[in-house]
Every structure is written in C-alpha cells, then in structure tokens.
C-alpha cells in the first residue's frame, strides 16, 4: 500500500474533526434557537383553537373518533411526539410548521423578498396562531419517497391531493405507481386492523360537522362549486404536465371546505414560481381576504349598503 495513503488520511483528519465540530456546533444552535423559539411562541395572545382540539385528540390515541376528528388515524401517528411535549407542545407544533414551510419554500427557490411575503403572509400567520396541522401534507413535498408523501397528503386532502397525479406521472409507468402507493396501502391495513372500519366514524364526523354548518362558517374561503370546472381541468392539467402546483389549485378548487390558512401550502409553491408582482398581489388579496371574512369588514360594508 502507498505510504503517501496514510499521509492523506493523517492530514486530513483534523480538517474532518473541525468539519465535526462544526456541525455539531450548527445543530445546537439550531436546536436552541429552535427551543427559544418554542418558548416563545407558546405564550402568543392567541389561542392555538385547532392544536387544542388535536391534544385532546391525541390523549386518546387509539379511540380518536369519540370526537370532531376527521383525518386519517395514522395522523395521530404522526402528531403524538408533539404531544408529549406537554404544556409547551402548542409552541413546539408552531415551530415544526415555521420550520416545514419554510425549507419547503427554500427547497422550491424561494429566497429574499419572497420568503419575507411567505412568512408575513395571512395565511402563514393564522396557520401559527391557530395551530392546524397543514404542515404534514406539506411535509410530504419535502420527502423523496413520495409513497410516504401521499399518506401525508391525506391527512388534510383538500390542501393538495391531487398533487398525487403529478407524482404518479413522474412515477415511471404502473410499477412506478404501485410502488408509490404501497406505504399508503400499508398504513391504511394497519389502520383497518387497529381501529376497525374508521373510514365510517370519520365521514360520520364530517356530516355532523356539515349539520351544525361547517361549510358556512365565516373563516371558509371556499369557491365550491363554482370552481369546480377549472379544478377539473387543472387535475387534468397535473396529470398531463407533471406539475404538483396545478395538484394543489385543483384540490382546493374541488374542496367545499377551505380555510384561510389552508392556502399556506398553495403560497408556498405559488413563490418558486411567481414573478415579484404576482407574489405581492397574492399576499395582498390573502389580507384583503383576511379583513373581509375574519374582521367584519364584508359584513359591515354589506350593512351598510343594505
């Protein structure tokens, strides 16, 4: 063996433990900002409305349906490390979804300006302040394996589901699609065998939603029906193209049921590819959107006319 091997290897070593170093540096300040963070978001003046619904949720793990609960069980799944973080878990969940949205849109090209519309945006702000779980399907455009990806899109459909046809498209032929859909297929027998047939007690959970007049509170953004055909083409358009942004549009589209903070996921990818103008009249339609249906100023300009 050549000697000058080892001499390498001897003088690359320190260069490799500072690297170490470095990184393990980086992460604990990672880590501590992100602890700082969590702490400080957990004391908001707003009341984390829907993480408090999903506590209660999860304090019951294997019996979620006893309450409004409409996802997937293998959300719980997922949500239950956040849980234990006790009396601190409302900022611990405000710092993953900052977090998620945040690589997602780095991840996407979003840099600068862009990123600063993005985190000042309303639906980002009432997405922290509420504490709703959009970041799992948003997490799922983070992961390579997007099998795993489209069991997160499923814990909220209407934010992105039909992204799924884009990724089945680039999934390379029918072998491609049935590998794609083996983790979701996996979850959903495991699910079967826990809980039972839950699909029923879930959609059981909607149509009472739906009675006591979900779909009209004040805070849903919905265009249903009316956007039905543009969702359809652009379904249509996701397949053809490949493209995961026209999978969003069409989902909330197609959806009767779509809050303002919803629409975080759809922002996030509209940036890596909107130009400066279009990001801007977004942000300002979403606040304008903002004013209308959460403070009142539709209902007092409706009197007014009246």
């Known amino acids: 063996m050549n000697p000058s091997t080892f001499a ?137 394996d997007k099998g795993s990806g489209l069991a997160l899109l499923l814990v909220k459909p209407q934010t992105g589901i039909f992204a799924a046809l884009a990724w089945m498209r680039r ?19 495991l699910s079967l065998l826990l809980y039972g047939w839950w699909p029923a007690r879930a959609i059981g959970n909607v149509l009472r939603m739906q009675g006591v007049g979900l779909p009209n509170v004040a805070w849903n953004t919905s265009v249903f029906p009316w956007g039905v055909p543009l969702g359809l083409y652009l379904a249509w358009r996701a397949w053809r193209n490949a493209d995961e942004f026209h999978g969003v549009t069409a989902s909330l589209l197609l959806s009767p049921y779509t809050p303002l903070y919803s629409l975080t996921l759809w922002y996030t990818l509209f940036l890596g590819r909107a130009r400066r103008w279009q990001a801007v009249l977004a942000w300002l339609i979403f606040w304008l959107v903002y004013a209308w249906h959460y403070l009142g100023v539709g209902a007092w300009l409706l009197n007014r006319i009246s």
């Open 8 to 144: 390498n290897t001897s003088s690359l070593t320190p260069r490799a433990n500072a690297a170490r170093w470095k990184q393990g540096w980086a992460w604990a300040l990672v880590l501590t900002v992100a602890l700082a963070l969590a702490l400080a978001l957990n004391h908001l003046p707003f009341t984390a409305v829907d993480w408090l619904l999903y506590e209660k949720t999860l304090a019951h793990p294997l019996d979620p349906y006893r309450f409004d609960f409409f996802n997937p069980p293998w959300t719980v799944w997922f949500l239950l490390p956040l849980g234990w973080a006790s009396s601190y878990s409302v900022g611990a969940v405000r710092v993953v979804m900052l977090a998620v949205f945040v690589r997602l849109a780095y991840s996407r090209g979003v840099r600068g300006v862009n990123l600063a519309l993005l985190a000042s945006s309303a639906p980002l702000l009432f997405l922290v302040a509420n504490g709703n779980i959009d970041f799992l399907p948003a997490l799922g455009f983070l992961l390579a």
């Open 171 to 189: 999934a390379g032929g029918w072998r491609g699609v049935v590998r794609m859909l083996l983790p979701t297929l996996g979850l959903f027998a």
